[in-house]
């Protein structure tokens, strides 16, 4: 079974500034994805980021990048130029190949972050 | 817009009644899931549907039923035999299976008990 862990309950950040949170994960498997959801107060999950794990090359969507280290089993999200919007609940998240099933989800419990002024 | 309707926002059950809690897209998705959440954790997989008349049980299923005699439609049942029911409930649906497709995700229900 896969699990994923994000160590970091709580993070807080300044306006413009550059954040990266921490997820780590435990699988046997050598080809899956990766992913980073965003949930604010209205409580939507909403897509950040997503990663294959076959591809070296760190996904990057507008201000958030990951830092994606396969033999480590690390997948950390940075967020730069931090915006208040940005203030939410963020979720990592596994998932693992099935041939001819539905792709299921192991999510970590998540990181607070608070954007301050 | 296309996207995923969960209904009712707000649900309240009373001891040892079931109660049914909505969930329709219209992305036209082959795959549709649901999620419990509780405070201070990840979401959890109740169930999983890939096509119509079919679904498997994920990872906490006791007390929980599903149906999906539309593609559109895959409402959960949580039933007196779920004994701690209060948690958000998430439905999400993907396009297809194996490819790594992201998961899009309905705007929940919140389940509490009388």
């Known amino acids: 079974a896969q699990t994923v862990t994000q160590s970091q309950p709580e993070m807080s950040v300044q306006e413009a500034e550059t954040v990266t949170l921490s997820c780590t994960y435990d699988t046997s498997e050598s080809n899956y994805y990766l992913f980073w959801y965003k949930q604010p107060p209205s409580r939507q999950m909403i897509l950040v980021i997503r990663q294959e794990a076959y591809k070296q090359q760190n996904a990057t969507e507008n201000r958030f990048s990951v830092n994606f280290q396969k033999a480590a089993k690390s997948f950390s999200l940075k967020i730069s130029d931090s915006q208040l919007g940005d203030t939410a609940m963020y979720f990592c998240?596994?998932?693992?190949?099935?041939?001819?099933?539905?792709?299921?989800?192991?999510f970590g419990t998540g990181t607070r972050l608070q954007v301050t002024l | 817009d296309g996207g995923i309707t969960q209904s009712p926002k707000y649900l309240f059950r009373k001891e040892g009644q079931n109660v049914t809690l909505s969930c329709e897209q219209n992305l036209n998705h082959d795959a549709m899931y649901w999620y419990r959440q509780d405070p201070g954790q990840g979401l959890r997989l109740i169930y999983y549907?890939?096509?119509?008349?079919?679904?498997q049980k994920g990872d906490i299923a006791e007390g929980y039923s599903v149906s999906r005699e539309k593609k559109e439609s895959f409402p959960l049942t949580v039933t007196s035999a779920q004994k701690n029911p209060t948690a958000f409930y998430l439905c999400?649906?993907?396009?297809?299976?194996?490819?790594?497709?992201?998961?899009?995700f309905g705007d929940g229900t919140r389940l509490s008990i009388l």
């Open positions: 549907s890939q096509i119509v008349n079919d679904f």
């Open positions: 999400a649906s993907s396009q297809g299976t194996g490819e790594g497709q992201p998961q899009h």
């Open positions: 998240a596994f998932m693992k190949l099935h041939t001819g099933t539905a792709s299921k989800l192991t």
